[in-house]
């Protein structure tokens, strides 16, 4: 059970990216509240996989978080199971194409995906999103590697008033292979967990 588990949090700690509908936080269940982190999960149109969503605010500056978030050479903070990073298209603020693998220990088999991720920043809020859906037939697939292709993430970073910032985070994947969904769902929240309480660990420092 331990090494399942283990197993199972190395492959939902994908980067954060999602899909170009509406995500709106609509019939999230709260499930708990940790390091000033608010956690969600749904359940997921056609699937029996629950999708997650994360909630902070933090005071920090609105351009340390974005250069964080949707920047190809800052990638530490993603996790150190990610084995390879390849971008494979970069415009500035606007558009990024990444490959990457994920490593996972034996007797599991590495993971991989490409992710096409779109930025936008509102003129008016200065609200930035930066999100994603997978990219297909640009990377051939490896017999030695299982695609992942189910998969949407969002980050929304929101100016607020005396220098604070609200984040919201929330995604969707599919680990594909043989991964229960009752294990998956256990852990899901462990997704945004870590993944903000980096964002806020760096940008407080």
């Known amino acids: 059970m331990m090494m399942n588990l283990r197993i199972l949090f190395l492959l939902v700690l994908f980067p954060a990216f999602p899909a170009l509908s509406d995500h709106s936080g609509k019939g999230w269940d709260f499930v708990k509240e940790r390091h000033q982190i608010k956690l969600y999960t749904r359940d997921e149109d056609n699937s029996s996989l629950k999708s997650f969503r994360g909630v902070m605010e933090i005071k920090a500056d609105m351009e340390v978080v974005s250069s964080m978030i949707g920047n190809p050479k800052d990638l530490e903070w993603w996790g150190e199971y990610v084995h390879q990073v390849r971008v494979l298209k970069f415009e500035k603020d606007m558009h990024i194409q990444y490959y990457l693998v994920y490593d996972s220990p034996w007797p599991f088999t590495d993971r991989d995906l490409v992710a096409d991720v779109k930025i936008l920043t509102d003129s008016g809020s200065g609200t930035r ?47 594909a292979g043989n991964i229960p969904a009752w294990l998956y769902n256990m852990i899901v929240i462990d997704t945004p967990l870590k993944l903000m309480r980096e964002v806020q660990k760096r940008a407080q420092k």
């Open 129 to 175: 999103t930066v999100y994603s859906t997978p990219l297909l037939n640009v990377v051939p697939e490896k017999p030695d590697l299982i695609r992942v292709t189910k998969y949407w993430q969002k980050w929304t970073l929101q100016p607020l008033p005396k220098g604070r910032i609200l984040i919201i985070l929330e995604g969707f994947i599919d680990p």
